[in-house]
């Protein structure tokens, strides 16, 4: 084989590889890839229905049911509501009325069934998505009525 043709199949080997090696970064990416919406966005069918996804805004005052390890509680943006269902030990510092994000699947009664449920961190803290899906929906609300 001549230097000129070890220099392409060297080439193209190099090239072969990385194209691989790209290709699994990215499937691992997108498999480990988690939007977020909020209830106005998943009541209007902009979520997937079978991957999961985060869902985020106010606990709705008096909504939070417990039923030994399951709490179920609604999910706002003060335009929309989703009831959520989450099995475990909520943070310590999760309260009616404060921000919240859940990460879980849309349930087969639109219910969001959440697998992983974060509290805001302080007193003045909320999720900057969140927030910015709250300011947003108030907004709306304004411009509306």
């Known amino acids: 084989m001549k230097p000129r043709h070890k220099r392409i199949a060297l080439i193209v080997g190099g090239l072969v590889s990385l194209g691989i090696a790209a290709t699994l970064v990215l499937s691992s990416f997108q498999s480990n890839l988690v939007f977020f919406f909020t209830p106005t966005q998943i009541a209007a069918g902009e979520a997937p229905k079978e991957r999961p996804f985060r869902v985020g805004g106010l606990v709705k005052s008096g909504s939070l049911q417990r039923d030994g ?26 309260r009616e009325g404060k921000g919240v994000v859940a990460q879980g699947k849309l349930g087969a009664d639109g219910g969001f069934v959440a697998s992983e449920v974060l509290a805001k961190h302080d007193e003045n803290y909320m999720p900057p998505e969140a927030k910015h899906a709250v300011d947003q929906a108030q907004n709306t609300a304004k411009t509306l009525k």
């Open 69 to 94: 390890i399951t709490a179920h509680f609604v999910v706002t943006d003060t335009a929309k509501d989703i009831p959520v269902s989450y099995t475990g030990i909520l943070p310590d510092l999760f």
